[in-house]
């Protein structure tokens, strides 16, 4: 897998690209049209993901892909009993796929299991009762043993015990006289996904601390075998997936009603009333790779093109690390390089450079969304202000801090001692913007917040009239709000505080000045109060108090 690309997303998605070879390397004549097989595919990916493109369209243009055809295995024959209960008898510790009935009615449908015949009942044990029988199934790393009625068994099938990955049939036509073409294979799956997590080791006499970030990688994928992957993306943004739960007939081989009732299901659409269960093919296949056997799957043929040679030669001369980051579009990518992504075997590595000696300093952090108590009178607001203490410092790693967990840790005088202290939660932070991480609680600084309501109502156009009669005007309301913050500190030392608000309207005076604004996007075009997160500054005499005010207004149709 060193030449191919990954995309991983948190929610446990994955987008892998991996090159092909069309053919075995022997020239070609233009317009010969060819097949060749390709792959491996995985278990499961997502319906309309799976694609071949080919590198120079030039030479070559992929026609059709369809999946290849099992080969079929010959089940050992029952002496006596010819029912399937007699089947799986004379096929004990046999890998075999099972179809059966399952539920009742509307709700009946038939479900795939695949395992290793551990148990039948014998047939004089039973008397007129029908035969139980016991399959020992693999799912990720743990065994579960699934017992069935024989009676509701409509197939069986022997399933070979190094079965090779699901492939395709790519039928191509050559545009040129060419040698070796190259293509590439991509498709979102599930079953590899990473997680983030920071730790901060902080220098009290110097108020510095040491930023690292590492994520840690999950993989239940069989292709991946430690080999490093040339080219991984980490992306902390959730995109939508509409049809997350449906497989590529492709991949799962479904039938033509089974698919057309769960693609329904999926998107809303009227299918015909019968329920249908899990595919074939939903569970991963486990089986060794070895790294020829690796090679001749990937390009799909013995043949090997110069284009793959030269990417692997790149890649062995890489060492795994941090390759830097980019935006696209909405969303940002971590980018590293030769990830040993494995099969079951988790990873960690770094996903942003070290940033060493960053001046921190100690806050207390308000929120004025998280209320401990509230008190209202109309529609005038009361509430008691949760106070944390918290350090605050500068994200100076160059790119966005993903939220994750964060361990906090003390140096010790001695050299490479550290001590641990809390784990938090960072919020996400982008580049050059100050990062807050709360570590306690604070059980002496105090904080209420009260907000009021005007009696007045502002009047306000947003919509022009359209026409000569005034249709197309609209008007909105304006609600006038005050709140004040009041903070008190018992403590002897004067202390620094930022206050957070999301503050759904829209500012019109604050005492102190907004420190930093950023702006919300709704997902609703039409929405009157846009949500902006708010931050200030304030500093709190000892054994005194400081007070924040603010002015807003709340729009609703008039």
């Not at 769960?262 to 070895?290: I, K, N």
């Not at 203490?389 to 906090?408: C, E």
Request: net charge neutral; proline share 4%.
């Amino acid at each position: 897998m060193s030449g191919s690309s990954v995309i991983l997303f948190k929610t446990g998605y994955s987008f892998i690209s991996q090159p092909v070879q069309l053919g075995q390397g022997e020239e070609g004549k233009e317009g010969a049209v060819e097949e060749c097989r390709i792959g491996p595919l995985p278990a499961f990916a997502v319906h309309g993901t799976v694609a071949v493109q080919a590198w120079n369209t030039d030479q070559v243009e992929v026609l059709s892909l369809a999946r290849r055809k099992k080969e079929d295995l010959e089940l050992s024959l029952p002496t006596e009993d010819m029912s399937m209960a007699g089947f799986l008898e004379a096929n004990m510790g046999t890998k075999v796929s099972v179809d059966v009935e399952e539920g009742q009615g509307m709700r009946a449908g038939t479900k795939c299991y695949q395992g290793r015949v551990k148990w039948v009942k014998a047939m004089g044990d039973v008397g007129t009762e029908a035969r139980l029988a016991m399959l020992e199934i693999q799912e990720g790393q743990v065994k579960k043993d699934k017992l069935f009625n024989c009676s509701n068994i409509v197939n069986i099938e022997k399933i070979a015990e190094e079965e090779a990955k699901v492939s395709l049939v790519a039928r191509y036509r050559r545009t040129a006289t060419s040698k070796a073409p190259m293509a590439t294979l991509s498709y979102l799956t599930r079953g590899l996904a990473w997680a983030p997590s920071y730790s901060l080791l902080i220098n009290k006499e110097e108020m510095t601390l040491r930023l690292d970030g590492h994520a840690t990688f999950l993989c239940d994928l069989p292709q991946f075998d430690g080999e490093p992957v040339g080219c991984v993306s980490l992306v902390a943004e959730r995109p939508k997936v509409h049809l997350e739960q449906l497989c590529d007939p492709l991949v799962s081989g479904m039938g033509a009603m089974d698919f057309i009732r769960q693609l329904g299901a999926e998107t809303g659409q009227h299918v015909p009333q019968r329920h249908v269960l899990q595919p074939p093919g939903a569970q991963y296949e486990q089986h060794s790779r070895s790294k020829k056997s690796s090679n001749v799957m990937l390009g799909g043929c013995s043949g090997r093109g110069y284009e793959m040679e030269m990417e692997e030669s790149y890649i062995s001369q890489s060492v795994e690390g941090i390759k830097g980051g980019e935006s696209v579009e909405d969303f940002f990518h971590y980018q590293l390089q030769s990830v040993p992504l494995n099969h079951k075997q988790p990873v960690k590595m770094p996903f942003i450079k070290q940033c060493g000696d960053i001046k921190y300093e100690d806050i207390y952090f308000i929120d004025l969304d998280n209320n401990v108590r509230i008190a209202s009178s109309g529609e005038d607001v009361e509430s008691s202000v949760e106070v944390k203490h918290a350090m605050s410092f500068k994200n100076s790693s160059g790119q966005p801090l993903t939220s994750a967990p964060v361990s906090i840790l003390a140096r010790e005088k001695e050299e490479g001692q550290s001590k641990f202290m809390v784990q938090g939660m960072m919020k996400f932070t982008g580049p050059g913007k100050p990062v807050i991480v709360e570590i306690t609680r604070s059980k002496d600084v105090q904080a209420n917040y009260v907000v009021e309501t005007g009696s007045d109502r502002k009047t306000e156009l947003i919509s022009k009239a359209v026409s000569w009669t005034g249709a197309g005007k609209k008007y909105v309301d304006i609600i006038s709000k005050k709140g004040k913050l009041t903070i008190k500190n018992p403590r002897k030392t004067q202390i620094n505080c930022k206050i957070e608000h999301a503050l759904q309207g829209h500012l019109e005076k604050s005492n102190p000045v907004v420190k930093e604004v950023t702006e919300r996007q709704s997902g609703y075009h039409g929405e009157l109060n846009h949500i902006s997160k708010l931050l200030w500054e304030l500093s709190v005499p000892a054994e005194g108090t400081a007070e924040l005010s603010i002015e807003y207004g709340i729009k609703v149709w008039k």
